[in-house]
């Protein structure tokens, strides 16, 4: 299992191959390589998941939105979680 990081295309960088996208996570900007994507098929506004610097999958909103859910509640401690649901863990 790897840790990615959800984050959305925000321009095709030109050079590199074609293998370079501007990315944007949580407001920051990141260069990302997409070279291990299919070629031709990730563009502007295109949600991916990131892992040491590569984009390693193509998702739609929703899986981005629920990628990103995971990682919030991984940084949560034990008691914040349990204590969500009211009841017993």
């Not at 984009?55 to 979680?81: F, H, N, Q, Y």
Request: glycine letters at 20%.
């Amino acid at each position: 299992m790897c840790l990615g990081i959800p984050g959305r295309v925000v321009a095709l960088l030109d050079g590199y191959g074609g293998q370079l996208a501007l990315v944007d996570v949580e407001g920051a900007a990141r260069k990302v390589n997409i070279g291990m994507l299919d070629e031709n098929t990730v563009g502007a506004g295109d949600w991916v998941v990131i892992h040491m610097g590569f984009a390693v999958e193509k998702v739609d909103a929703t899986g981005a939105a629920e990628a990103l859910a995971g990682l919030e509640l991984m940084g949560r401690s034990r008691p914040e979680v349990e204590g969500e649901g009211g009841g017993e863990p």
